[in-house]
Every structure is written in structure tokens, then in C-alpha cells.
Nanobody, 122 residues
Framework: QVQLVESGGGLVQAGGSLRLSCAAS????????MGWFRQAPGKEREFVAA????????YYADSMKDRFSISRDNAKNLAYLQMNSLKPEDTAVYYC???????????????WGQGTQVTVSS
């Protein structure tokens, strides 16, 4: 039932910042765990970050925890990924995801956005 649309991707120089947005259409958006994944060419999709429905719990992949920040605004049906100190290896398609389940290491979100390209130049 939930539909997700990402925006905010683009080209940025190494060391720069970018904020991705995810707009959700579901009427139960506020009850969903939200997350971000990414996939680089020739690489498997990897987990980036997730946030609980209340916003009280946040989870990050080790390689991003000091540079990325996930947030949400349930009143606006929006989730965000703030990316700082970007590196060329951050170049990937970034996907927004959502699920009713609580996040865990084997979290499998049911709903996915179409992805937005992030390219970091050296």
C-alpha cells in the first residue's frame, strides 16, 4: 500500500554534502520503520541506515554512522538521509525502503522506492 519516491540525488564533489528525501503516500506512514539502502555498479545492495516509527531509534552501517544521518517527519510523510563528508566510494543508487517490522540485522523491507543516483567526484 505504501509508495515511496526518492529525490535529492545528484553530483557532488568529495567532502561535500547532500540530503536525500523520501516521500511516502501510505496513510500508516508513521507506523513504518524507514530505511535507506544503496547499490553501486557491480556491487550488491547494502544497508545504509534505518529509523524506527517514532524516530527514537536510529541504525547505521558502520561505514556511514559518523557521516550520515537519518531522520523523519511523520506529519509530512517524509524521511531524509543527510550525507556529509561524501567520498567517491559513496557513489551509488540510493533506495528508500519501508516496512511495518522493527529493524533488525536481517530486516527485509516490503516497500521500495525507484532509487536516486548519487555521484561523488574526486
Amino acid at each position: 500500500q505504501v509508495q515511496l519516491v526518492e529525490s535529492g540525488g545528484g553530483l557532488v564533489q568529495a567532502g561535500g554534502s547532500l540530503r536525500l528525501s523520501c516521500a511516502a503516500s501510505g496513510r500508516t506512514f508513521s507506523t513504518y520503520t524507514m530505511g535507506w539502502f544503496r547499490q553501486a555498479p557491480g556491487k550488491e545492495r547494502e544497508f545504509v541506515a534505518a529509523i524506527s516509527w517514532s524516530g527514537g531509534s536510529r541504525y547505521y552501517a558502520d561505514s556511514m554512522k559518523d557521516r550520515f544521518s537519518i531522520s523523519r517527519d511523520n506529519a509530512k510523510n517524509l524521511a531524509y538521509l543527510q550525507m556529509n563528508s561524501l567520498k567517491p566510494e559513496d557513489t551509488a543508487v540510493y533506495y528508500c525502503a519501508a516496512d511495518l517490522s522493527v529493524w533488525s540485522t536481517n530486516w527485509r523491507p516490503s516497500y521500495w522506492g525507484q532509487g536516486t543516483q548519487v555521484t561523488v567526484s574526486s
